[in-house]
C-alpha cells in the first residue's frame, strides 16, 4: 500500500466506507483513517484534510462527486454550525440503521461480547421531541446552542427539536435582555450574569421555567417573570437557579421561585410524576414508553421479586415497574430527586417502594452489606458509567437479572466487560433512538447471572 503523508489543506478523493462517533465517515488513505464529517456511506468525495494526528486525521467534504441514496438537504437554518444536530444531512432511516451498528460493533469491540442488538426502536416523530431544553447565554446577550465542539453560542431563534414553549421563552429572555441592558455571562472572566436558560414541558404543554444566574438576584426580576408568563401562557412556574461557580455545570444547587409552582406533572407510563428542575427524566416521551416497557421485558418480572434501582432519578423506572415487584428500592444521588421519587410514590398510590439518597455504589455496597438480594437490579447511569465498585457492589448482591440502560456506548460496553469478569452475562440488547438527528442513542442490555463461580463471586 501506498505510503502517503497527510497534511493539513490537502485535498484526496476517497470512497466513504462507513461511520464513526458524531456521524462522520469512514475512508482511508494509504492505510491512514480519515473522519470525513459529512459524508455518507458509500459516497465518494474530495476530502479537505483538517487536522492530521498521530494515529488518524479528520476532513470535511470540499466536493460530492457521487453522493448516497440516503442524501438530504438539510431541514434547519442553523446546520451544521450548532452542534445540536449532526445528522440532518441523511434520511432517518440510515440514521437508525447507522445507530444499531454503531452499539453492536461498541459492544463487540470494547465489551467482547457477541450479544445481538435485537432492534432499534426508532421515533415516530423526528420532531420537537425534546421535553426539555437548556439554552446558554452569551456575553453580547445570545440565547441559543452551541456551536460544535466551541462554547460559541449560535444565537438559534427556532429549532426543530425543542417544545415551542422553549422558543418562546428563550425569545423573551433575550428580548428582556436587551431592554433592560442584563448582561449574559462570560466563562472566561466569571462576570455577566445571565448563564443559561431551562425549559422543561410536559405533555399537555405546560412548561416549567428556570433562568440560571451569576448572582442570587437579578434587576428587573418581575420584569423577566412576566415577561416569560406573557411568552409562555402554559407555564406554571418561573424560576431562578444562583450558579456562582466557574465550571461546565448548568445548574446551582440554590432555588428561588420568582412566580407560580417549581415542579411541573407530566404522565408516564401511565402514572403521574412531579418533578423538580434538578430531576433526571428521559427527553423524549414517546421514547422513553418504548425504552421502559423493553427494560421491563427484559427484567422478566413475575411479581414475587425484589428489584433495586440505582441512579433512580425521580422514580420513573422504579414506579413503572413497581407493580410487577413485591419489593422496590431506589437509589439516587440528588435529593431533590429522591424527594421527588417519594412524593410520586404517594401520588400514584404506590406502596411497595422505598427511594434512598446517596451514591450508587455506596448504597449498594451499604445494601449489599446489610444482606439485600434483590432479583433484579435496574441502572441508569449518567454517560460516564457506573463506577468499578458499584459493578463489584451490584454483582456481590447476586441479582438473577441486571438490566443496564445506557446514554453511551462506550461506557456500557465497558461495564459490560466488567460484569462479564463477576460472572454475568450479556444475554439481549436492544437499541432505542431517544436522539433522533443527534448524535447520542440510548441502549437497554440484560445481563443474566451465571450458574459458576467467578473471581469470588458466587453465581
Not at 192 to 204: D, E, I, P, Q, T
Not at 282 to 309: I, M
Not at 386 to 409: F, G, I, K, N, W
Request: aromatic share 6%.
Amino acid at each position: 500500500m501506498e505510503d502517503i503523508e497527510l497534511k493539513k489543506n490537502q485535498i484526496h478523493t476517497v470512497r466513504i466506507e462507513g461511520y464513526a462517533g458524531g456521524g462522520a465517515g469512514v475512508a482511508r488513505i494509504g492505510g491512514r483513517v480519515v473522519f470525513v464529517q459529512g459524508a455518507l456511506r458509500g459516497e465518494r468525495v474530495r476530502a479537505l484534510i483538517l487536522k492530521v494526528n498521530k494515529h488518524a486525521a479528520y476532513a470535511k467534504v470540499a466536493e460530492l462527486i457521487e453522493p448516497s441514496a440516503h442524501r438530504m438537504e438539510p431541514d434547519c437554518p442553523y446546520y451544521p454550525r450548532c452542534g445540536g444536530c449532526v445528522l440532518r444531512h441523511m434520511e432517518y432511516a440510515e440514521e437508525k440503521q447507522l445507530k444499531r451498528e454503531r452499539v453492536q460493533e461498541t459492544l463487540r469491540r470494547i465489551g467482547g461480547t457477541e450479544v445481538k442488538v435485537e432492534e432499534i426502536l426508532g421515533a415516530d416523530s423526528i420532531f420537537r421531541y425534546r421535553n426539555k431544553s437548556i439554552w446558554p447565554v452569551s456575553p453580547n446577550g445570545a440565547v441559543g446552542f452551541y456551536r460544535a465542539r466551541t462554547h460559541e453560542v449560535v444565537n438559534a431563534e427556532h429549532c426543530q427539536l425543542v417544545h415551542p414553549a422553549a422558543e418562546a421563552a428563550a425569545d423573551a429572555l433575550r428580548d428582556w435582555m436587551a431592554r433592560f441592558g442584563v448582561p449574559g455571562y462570560d466563562e472566561t472572566t466569571g462576570t455577566g450574569l445571565v448563564r443559561h436558560l431551562f425549559v422543561r414541558s410536559n405533555a399537555k404543554g405546560e412548561s416549567l421555567l428556570c433562568v440560571v444566574a451569576n448572582d442570587d438576584t437579578l434587576p428587573f426580576e418581575e420584569e423577566l417573570a412576566a415577561a416569560l408568563r406573557g411568552a409562555c401562557p402554559k407555564a406554571v412556574g418561573v424560576l431562578l437557579n444562583t450558579n456562582r461557580e466557574r465550571t461546565n455545570v448548568v445548574l446551582g444547587r440554590e432555588y428561588r421561585t420568582l412566580w407560580g409552582e417549581d415542579r411541573i406533572e407530566d404522565t408516564l407510563c401511565g402514572l403521574t410524576f412531579r418533578l423538580s428542575v434538578p430531576s433526571f427524566y428521559q427527553v423524549n416521551h414517546a421514547q422513553c414508553e418504548k425504552l421502559y416497557a423493553k427494560a421491563a421485558e427484559f427484567a422478566g418480572l413475575t411479581g414475587s421479586e425484589t428489584l433495586l434501582d440505582l441512579y433512580c432519578g425521580a422514580g420513573t423506572i422504579a414506579l413503572s415497574m413497581a407493580h410487577g415487584c413485591a419489593r422496590v428500592l431506589g437509589a439516587e444521588l440528588v435529593p431533590e430527586a429522591v424527594e421527588d421519587a417519594r412524593e410520586n410514590a404517594i401520588l400514584n398510590g404506590i406502596t411497595n417502594a422505598e427511594f434512598f439518597c446517596g451514591d450508587a455504589a455506596a448504597t449498594a455496597e451499604r445494601l449489599a452489606a446489610e444482606g439485600l438480594r434483590p432479583d433484579v437490579v435496574t441502572v441508569d447511569p449518567p454517560r460516564k458509567g457506573l463506577s468499578e465498585e458499584a459493578v463489584r457492589a451490584v454483582a456481590e448482591m447476586a441479582p438473577q437479572r441486571v438490566v443496564y440502560v445506557s446514554c453511551d456506548p462506550a461506557t456500557l460496553a465497558r461495564d459490560v466487560k466488567r460484569f462479564a469478569a463477576l460472572g454475568y452475562e450479556a444475554a439481549r440488547a436492544c437499541a432505542v433512538d431517544m436522539f433522533p438527528r443527534a448524535d447520542h442513542i440510548e441502549t437497554v442490555v440484560l445481563l443474566s447471572r451465571l450458574q459458576t463461580e467467578r473471581r469470588g463471586v458466587t453465581a
